[in-house]
């Protein structure tokens, strides 16, 4: 049976991983086994779930205990369950609450660089990508359009960002991912090692198209993209096996990194 705890004050220390705690000390960099992530929404918390993750705590508004997060709580009896009423969850929070129900999830040790890409043949690279609603919709992308595997540059934000997570649909508990030394620092020569060629997403004068004969005959691609400012960097791109770049009409010079993300996977596909 659920362990129910009704909230009538915000002064316990067990919400502050909700609210009164940066992502920095949430995600615990000095004590990684220590952290933990916000999961937002019953749909997103059973992903995490099925993945094999362990809730820490829920948060929820009441109605929810009996109802759409019932099933969650069954799977999980002996993690707390906060719960109170809409306004006085708002007050902890400062906005309405996901779907009314929030839960703080352990993380689980990276898995290797080798058992991430070891069957895969279509990867995207994401390297310095900082925005996590960007990031979030780049892990969608990979997982809807039969990307095998993300990749993540160390400057990348956090993938179980609160945001990440919530905007990928929780998506990235469904497809492997680990992260890459930078490309021009040894990334690429890390996927040479495992037989990949790296097409960096580019928008330079030899770019090739995207429906190019080379592209398609590789046999293990990497799709590397760039962050949403500058894009890739000139050391980034040299580092690449080809760069590629969609063709724009009227006048339009590029598109936005996620929305290029989903046109490159699905050009792409095996």
């Given amino acids: 049976m659920a362990n129910i705890i009704r909230l009538h004050s915000l002064d ?74 809409r306004a006085l969850l708002k007050a902890l929070t400062g906005y309405e609450l996901t779907r009314g129900v929030l839960a703080a999830v352990k993380r689980k040790p990276l898995p290797a660089f080798d058992a991430v890409i070891r069957d895969a043949k279509r990867v995207a690279v994401l390297d310095g990508i900082v925005d996590a609603s960007n990031l979030g919709a780049i892990v969608r992308s990979a997982a809807a359009l039969n990307i095998d595997a993300v990749l ?29 030394p930078a490309l021009a620092e040894g990334g690429t020569d890390l996927l040479h090692r495992h037989g990949f060629s790296a097409a960096a997403m580019a928008l330079v004068d030899d770019s090739l198209s995207m429906d190019d004969p080379r592209l ?54 095996r």
């Avoid at 934000?157 to 997570?165: G, K, Q, T």
């Avoid at 791109?237 to 290029?260: E, Q, R, T, W, Y």
Wanted: aromatic share 8%.
């Fill in 216 to 269: 398609k005959a590789c046999e293990r691609l990497a799709v590397v993209l760039g962050t949403e400012g500058d894009g890739l960097s000139k050391e980034t791109i040299a580092a690449c096996d080809f760069a590629v770049k969609i063709p724009m009409a009227h006048g339009v010079d590029s598109l936005n990194v996620a929305a290029a993300s989903a046109v490159a996977f699905w050009e792409l596909r």
């Fill in 152 to 180: 993540f540059s160390p400057t990348c934000c956090d993938p179980l960002n609160r945001r990440a997570v919530r905007v990928s649909m929780g998506t990235i508990f469904q497809i492997p991912w680990t992260f890459l």
């Fill in 12 to 85: 316990d220390p067990a919400l502050d991983v909700y609210a009164r705690l940066t992502e920095a000390q949430i995600r615990n960099r000095l004590e990684p086994e220590k952290g933990v992530f916000i999961a937002e929404s019953p749909k997103v918390i059973r992903l995490a779930l099925d993945a094999g993750f362990e809730p820490v705590s829920f948060l929820m508004e009441q109605k929810h205990v009996e109802g759409d997060a019932k099933d969650l709580l069954a799977r999980c009896p002996d993690a707390p369950v906060y719960t109170g009423e």
